[in-house]
């Protein structure tokens, strides 16, 4: 066992995996957790631990307090403490605003954004009594500029980026760093179905982001930014300058 522990939601694959594995590089030992597929998520513990660290993967539903509340508490009573959380899980439930139903909204919402209070606020106790800790939490560049059919996600993203801001000023004297990350587009399963050629013209770096592209800004934030809280950075190959 090393000495510090990172939880990254939603980990069992993509963006999540890739921060998982970038922290496991920088000598963390993980906990994972994912909704639905077991398989992935053990063959993402193994590949953590190939890299020589520990790693456990939780289920639970993020968008559900009892489930998180029941999780954090058994990792905190095994582990002891989380020096890192990446609150990573998220959704899409696209559809113009007049015809988005109620239930699209909510699940959004709930997954989205609620899903940082219900995880951040048992892991926040833990971090105050060490004095040390850091959330990343997964934004997205829709959060900052809106886009058209996506009124639930970037309301839900852009409600991520002022509960970082907010956390930030209120657990900063405990030694606690808040920051966000905000993607572009991203090549992993939540793109798959888009025709995504038709952006790269309007991309300075003229490519897709790559899950390693968003691990390597969240380590950064998480472990080697020690003077930065309350930032968002844009991950996007320069989309929205
Ligand atoms: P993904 O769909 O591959 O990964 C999302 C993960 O969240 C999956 O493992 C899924 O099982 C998990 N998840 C969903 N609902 C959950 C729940 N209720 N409880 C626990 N886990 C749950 O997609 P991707 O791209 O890796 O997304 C990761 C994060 O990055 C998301 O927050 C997404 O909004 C954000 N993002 C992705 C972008 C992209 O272009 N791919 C762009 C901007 C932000």
């Known amino acids: 066992m090393s000495e510090k522990l990172a939880l990254v939601t939603g980990a069992s694959r993509g963006i999540g995996k890739a921060c998982a594995l970038e922290l496991a590089k920088a000598g963390y030992d993980i906990i994972i957790n994912y909704v639905g597929n077991a398989e992935a998520a053990e063959k993402t513990v193994q590949e953590i631990k190939a890299l020589g660290v520990d790693a456990a993967a939780y289920k639970f539903d993020v968008s559900n307090k009892e489930e998180v509340d029941k999780s954090i508490a058994e990792i905190v009573e095994k582990y002891g403490r989380i020096d890192v959380l990446v609150n990573n899980a998220g959704i899409t439930r696209d559809g113009l605003f007049m015809r988005m139903s109620d239930e699209n909204w909510n699940a959004v919402i709930n997954t989205n954004l609620s899903s940082a209070f219900f995880v951040s606020q048992p892991v926040v106790k833990i971090m105050m ?88 800004a969240v380590k950064f934030l998480a472990v080697d930014a020690e003077y930065v809280t309350g930032q968002v950075l844009e991950v996007d190959g320069g989309l929205i300058i």
């Open 129 to 216: 009594k060490q004095r040390s800790g850091a959330i990343v939490n997964m934004a997205s560049v829709v959060g900052v500029s809106g886009n058209a059919g996506q009124a639930n996600y970037s309301a839900a993203k852009a409600g991520l980026i002022g509960l970082t801001k907010t956390l930030a000023k209120e657990l900063g004297s405990r030694g606690i760093r808040v920051n966000a990350v905000a993607p572009g587009f991203i090549n992993t399963d939540m793109t798959k179905d888009l025709d995504t050629s038709k952006f790269t013209d309007f991309i300075p770096l003229k490519r897709l982001g790559e899950p390693e592209d968003i691990a390597k």
